[in-house]
């Protein structure tokens, strides 16, 4: 699974420690996550998608 969260924190001007505090991760998840090395849970991808309030799919997507 792919994902855009580096490019939605780089619009809204956050951090990965901003959006690890939003979300209740580490920043080192949030770094694994937008590396691809780790796929969060369900949960966690809406928690996400909530804090640059737009759909799941547009933060996550398979290639």
Not at 1 to 11: D, L, Q, S
Request: avoid cysteine; charged fraction near 25%.
């Amino acid at each position: 699974m792919r994902n855009n969260i580096k490019v939605f924190r780089a619009m809204n001007d956050m951090t990965q420690q901003d959006l690890a505090e939003k979300v209740g991760v580490t920043r080192q998840t949030i770094l694994a996550i937008e590396k691809g090395k780790y796929d969060p849970s369900l949960s966690l991808a809406f928690k996400i998608s909530r804090v640059f309030n737009v759909n799941v799919e547009d933060v996550f997507f398979y290639d």
